[in-house]
Structure formats: structure tokens, C-alpha cells
């Protein structure tokens, strides 16, 4: 049998006829998997809807609807009801402040807007620093706790910034980030419903992220 000639064109073939296989099979895998994928993320959800709101017997998420943010970002919000009443409404919210980028929550909030409880969906931050953030800010220690504030009433930002709120040691640009995706929630939920306003907080500076750690 003659030897294949090792020409451009042949090594050309060969490439694309491997490319092609490629493609093929991460085609087939994404097919297999992005329903799995997509079960799962639903179901995160709907866990994540259960945590932050009061007991509910409708169906938030046959109720969802969604509001673009002043900075752009598009939220979900669930409202929970109990025999027709609204007894909170579970936002999805993030911003891209985070000292890995972008970073989800979920938090629900009464319908005066008192923070009920959050559940953090996704997040890039260091771990053993940011990555605290999941049970820090309802932590009932000193002032990191944010469960039973009111964003309109109390200055939900961290106390280098002259704010309430004690920030996760050595981690104060991920502790900047939860918070601001909580003012991100607080700010559009009244923006786009009838719900109760109070006075906003006082207004202060955001500090730079310019220190040598988180």
C-alpha cells in the first residue's frame, strides 16, 4: 500500500475531518447534559425561594416577573402568597462588583421590604474570604447580620464605608459586592411596585477596591 503523501492539503483533510468528530461529540454532550443542567439550576431555585420567603401556597414561580436594575441588570422576582395575601417576594439579584466578578443572591424581602432571609446562587470569591458570605450576613454576631433590616432604614453598608454592617475579615470588596446586590434588589423592587417606601439610607462614598487582600 502506498504511504499517504504528507502534503498541506492532506494535513488540512485531516484536520478538519478531526474537528468535525470533535464537534460533533461536544454537541451530543451538551445535548445530553443541558436538561440535567437545567433541572438542577431549577431546582436551586426553587430552594433557594423556600429559604428566604415566609410559608406560601401558590406557585412563585408561575408568578415570576422581571425588571431591569438602573445599572442594567435584569432580576427576577417571585412573589410568595399565602390564600391569595402577599406575604414576601424572593428576588433574584447580583451584581458584578465581586472580587471574582459577578455574584448572585436570592434574597426575599417582606412586603414592607425587611430582609426575610438570602441564599447565595453563585459567586467567583476567594475561598476561606468572600466565600463566607454564604452564612456570614445571618450570622446574629456583633453587626454582620442583615436578616430583619430594612435598606431604607438602616445604612446596609459595610462600617469602613460608614455603614452598619461589619464586613467578612479580610474580605471587604466581596462583603461590598453582597451588600450592593442587596441595595441592587431593595432599589428595584420599589421601583417597580406599589409596595410601602421608606426614606433611603444616608448616602456614602463607595470605598475602592484597591486592598492588597479581598
Request: no cysteine; proline share 4%; net charge negative.
Amino acid at each position: 500500500m502506498a504511504k499517504t503523501e504528507s502534503t498541506l492539503k492532506n494535513m488540512v483533510l485531516t484536520l478538519l475531518v478531526i474537528t468535525g468528530i470533535a464537534g460533533a461529540s461536544l454537541g451530543s454532550m451538551y445535548e445530553l447534559t443541558k436538561e440535567p443542567i437545567a433541572a438542577a439550576k431549577l431546582a436551586k431555585q426553587q430552594a433557594a425561594i423556600k429559604q428566604v420567603v415566609p410559608e406560601f401556597n401558590n406557585n412563585p414561580g408561575e408568578e415570576v416577573y422581571e425588571a431591569t436594575s438602573k445599572e442594567g441588570f435584569t432580576l427576577k422576582f417571585f412573589p410568595a402568597k399565602k390564600d391569595g395575601e402577599l406575604v414576601g417576594t424572593a428576588i433574584e439579584t447580583m451584581t458584578n462588583k465581586g472580587f471574582g466578578g459577578n455574584v448572585r443572591l436570592m434574597i426575599g424581602f417582606k412586603p414592607d421590604g425587611t430582609i426575610i432571609n438570602y441564599q447565595v446562587l453563585e459567586h467567583a470569591e476567594t475561598p476561606g474570604l468572600g466565600t463566607k458570605m454564604d452564612k456570614w450576613f445571618k450570622t446574629d454576631k456583633g453587626s454582620q447580620s442583615v436578616i430583619s433590616k430594612h435598606p431604607g432604614k438602616n445604612n446596609l453598608t459595610v462600617s469602613k464605608d460608614g455603614g452598619e454592617v461589619d464586613a467578612i475579615t479580610a474580605a471587604t470588596i466581596s462583603s461590598r459586592a453582597f451588600l450592593d446586590a442587596v441595595r441592587v434588589a431593595y432599589e428595584t423592587y420599589n421601583q417597580n411596585n406599589n409596595n410601602p417606601k421608606a426614606d433611603s439610607a444616608p448616602a456614602v462614598e463607595e470605598g475602592g477596591n484597591n486592598e492588597s487582600v479581598e
